[in-house]
Nanobody
Framework: QVQLVESGGGLVQAGGSLRLSCAAS????????MGWFRQTPGKEREFVAR????????YYADSVKGRFTISRDNAKNTVFLQMNSLKPEDTAVYYC????????????WGRGTQVTVSS
């Protein structure tokens, strides 16, 4: 069983930065593909970024490309989302997710952390 716990959310002004952390506990972490998603009320959860466990390849949603960076520290079983140049439309609950190499869908999810960007 893998447990994911997000932290680092908060209130920030537009143009500011935040770094989200996702601490993983449980089974093997280093080979997992890790992702960040976000959701606002009344909308479906949307993909933000992912870091592939096999080779470290990263991929971003167009809306955050060039502003957000996903990274991981395997020694600390933690994945990060550095968010720069934040915009009010980035306001959402951000979720960390993980999946082992054998799966195509994320099967481990955190409970989320709120990010609010004021204009």
């Amino acid at each position: 069983q893998v447990q994911l716990v997000e932290s680092g959310g908060g209130l920030v002004q537009a143009g500011g930065s935040l770094r989200l952390s996702c601490a993983a506990s449980g089974r093997i972490f280093s080979g997992y593909t890790m992702g960040w998603f976000r959701q606002t009320p009344g909308k479906e959860r949307e993909f933000v970024a992912r870091l592939r466990g096999s080779d470290g390849n990263t991929y971003y949603a167009d809306s955050v490309k060039g502003r957000f960076t996903i990274s991981r520290d395997n020694a600390k079983n933690t994945v990060f989302l550095q968010m720069n140049s934040l915009k009010p439309e980035d306001t959402a609950v951000y979720y960390c997710a993980g999946r082992p190499p054998s799966r195509n869908e994320y099967n481990y999810w955190g409970r989320g952390t709120q990010v609010t960007v004021s204009s």
